[in-house]
């Protein structure tokens, strides 16, 4: 059975920086992809990042910004751990919410949360000004 922890949210003030990290168990995922969302009361959960990576491949992973966090958010894994990660800096009030941490083993920048099969439980993100 896969599981997704996140960890890492909670409270920062506008500007300052938190770090998400999501751990898989219960399988390795030697080529796949992984995101992270966020939902806020009301909206609709969106995507914020994506990454992708092929075990086939001598390419680095492939991500996927959404306009609202490129150049502030980066997403990375590290394989050894079956660990993504989110930094996030230079954070703003908008990017309180719930960050839900997904995977798919399949590769591609996928945007459309219907596509992953796995899904963390979600820690809060909360930006103060």
């Known amino acids: 059975q896969v599981q997704l922890v996140e960890s890492g949210g909670g409270s920062a003030q506008a500007g300052g920086s938190l770090r998400l990290s999501c751990a898989a168990s219960?399988?390795?995922?030697?080529?796949?992809?992984a995101a992270w969302f966020r939902q806020t009361p009301g909206k609709e959960r969106e995507v914020v990042a994506v990454?992708?990576?092929?075990?086939?491949?001598?390419?680095?992973?492939?991500?996927f910004y959404a306009d609202p966090v490129q150049d502030r958010f980066t997403i990375s894994r590290d394989g050894a751990k079956n660990t993504v990660y989110l930094q996030m800096n230079s954070l703003k009030p908008e990017d309180t919410g719930v960050y839900y941490c997904?995977?798919?083993?399949?590769?591609?920048?996928?945007?459309?949360?219907?596509?992953?099969?796995?899904w963390g439980q979600g820690t809060q993100v909360t930006v103060s000004s």
């Open positions: 997904a995977a798919r083993t399949g590769v591609g920048l996928i945007v459309s949360s219907e596509l992953y099969e796995y």
């Open positions: 990454i992708s990576w092929s075990a086939s491949s001598w390419s680095a992973s492939n991500t």
């Open positions: 219960g399988r390795t995922f030697s080529s796949g992809a």
